[in-house]
């Protein structure tokens, strides 16, 4: 079943708008959007009552949804898939110059329809309904190339570390080797277990309090991120998998999300940018399931 496309927009949000007012901060920008214009209407689709049609009523706003399920998307017209049965709350944030505003309505979903489910890149990332409904990965600290970083745009070449790559554990004790990335099906959950410590570009430093210089860059302490969110969006030939909040995969260039190049029920390979994206960095990362 195709999967619905979504996207995580925590850099707009945190970027040019706020949250959590729809106070109007400059009046030569207009007023903010009114209750009328953030309260949505929703229906189940055609196709499967467990897939909700969401409609925002001002299509010329900014409109940005939490569907309640781990999930966001953007835009006036979407939809939201619900696998298992329950209640969840979706919010709705409309922007314009003025402001912003909010609303949130329950949705119910009767019955779990666990072929939603039934999609190549979950049932990788997490074994699948089938499985065990969870998987752990790790940098794969013993295959050549595992870490690496190469430019943005690609050369010729591809999506390559064509810069420079790591051999096989040449990055002990940083913080990279000893961390755990779990993805579970129910709720894509995500657990990014730190075991106290994480590695980080060194343009970072000053934000990781406690950092220290190790092998060019810097390991600096940090607590695990249990109880996040992972979702992973299908669009134009690509999958770019996104993980919440204070969260990430390997190596931090200040980023949360990550195109996947390649992955099977064992190995998995990431792209990913560099904040901020004028550096022109593409990192590489290359994981193993446990």
């Not at 903010?32 to 299509?59: E, H, K, L, Q, R």
């Not at 022109?280 to 990362?285: A, C, K, P, R, V």
Request: charged share 15%.
């Amino acid at each position: 079943m195709k999967l619905m496309k979504t996207t995580l927009l925590l850099i707009l949000t945190l970027g040019f708008f706020s949250l959590n007012s729809c106070k109007k901060d400059n009046p030569q920008l207009g007023d903010p959007p009114s209750d009328a214009d953030a309260t949505f209407s929703y229906a189940p689709s055609v196709a499967n009552p467990n897939i909700i049609d969401f409609t925002a009523p001002n299509g010329n706003m900014v409109n940005i949804w939490d569907f309640g399920n781990g999930l966001k998307g953007e835009g006036a017209n979407v939809q939201g898939i619900y696998p298992n049965a329950g209640t969840y709350t979706v919010t709705l944030t409309v922007f314009n110059q003025g402001g912003s505003n909010s609303t949130s309505q329950e949705i119910v979903i009767d019955q779990t329809d666990l072929s939603l489910l039934d999609n190549p890149y979950y049932n990788a990332l997490t074994g699948g309904a089938d499985g065990a409904g969870f998987k752990t990965w790790y940098i794969d600290s013993n295959e050549t190339a595992h870490f690496g970083v190469g430019p943005d745009p690609v050369s010729p070449l591809g999506d390559v570390p064509e810069w420079w790559s790591a051999g096989p554990n040449d990055k002990p004790g940083c913080g990279l080797y000893d961390d755990r990335y779990t993805f579970h099906l129910d709720a894509f959950k995500f657990d990014m277990a730190t075991n106290g410590d994480v590695y980080i570009h060194n343009s970072f430093e000053s934000a990781f309090p406690g950092s220290f210089q190790n092998l060019g860059d810097f390991t600096a302490p940090y607590e695990d991120q249990l109880g996040e969110q992972w979702s992973v969006v299908e669009e134009d030939g690509e999958a770019t998998l996104t993980v919440s909040n204070n969260s990430f995969i390997g190596f931090y260039t200040g980023v949360r999300s990550y195109k996947i190049l390649s992955i099977t029920d064992s190995t998995m390979s990431l792209q990913y940018d560099h904040e901020p994206a004028s550096e022109g960095l593409h990192w590489y990362l290359k994981l193993r399931a446990e």
